[in-house]
């Protein structure tokens, strides 16, 4: 990765962020949204923006498929705050790395625990 796609990807994550709690108004996404990062395609014409959802899996399934309905429309209003030939494409995938980390915590708690336990 380049450091101008470092760059943009940050600056994206910031834009689509703002404009997600700013502009977009569907009553299925959630306040608990968090753009965990963006990937933009090396020709700059598509991007991944991952997001972490706070809530059910109901929740979080509706709050992406909302995403990605409002995908056009995100891109449209972010589009307008950064200045870029081709403003990319853009897709909405869920992260769930925070869950995974706060798995393997549990399993390392538990882990110890044992240890302490059996001596």
């Given at each position: 990765m380049?450091?101008?796609t470092e760059r943009l990807n940050s600056l994206l994550k910031e834009v689509i962020s703002e404009v997600i709690f700013?502009?977009?108004?569907?009553p299925h996404v959630t306040g608990?949204?968090?753009?965990?990062?963006?990937d933009i395609s090396k020709?700059?014409?598509?991007?991944?923006?991952?997001?972490?959802?706070?809530?059910?899996?109901?929740?979080?399934?509706?709050?992406l498929d909302a995403?990605?309905?409002?995908?056009?429309?995100?891109?449209?209003?972010?589009?307008k705050k950064v200045v870029l030939r081709y403003f990319p494409q853009l897709k909405f995938i869920f992260d769930d790395s925070a869950e995974k980390h706060m798995r393997i915590d549990s399993i390392l708690k538990e882990i110890e625990e044992q240890k302490k336990l059996n001596g």
């Open positions: 380049t450091r101008r700013r502009e977009v108004k569907n608990l949204i968090t753009v965990t990062s963006v020709d700059l014409h598509h991007a991944k923006v991952y997001i972490s959802v706070i809530g059910t899996d109901n929740d979080k399934k509706a709050t995403l990605n309905s409002a995908a056009g429309f995100i891109a449209t209003k972010s589009s």
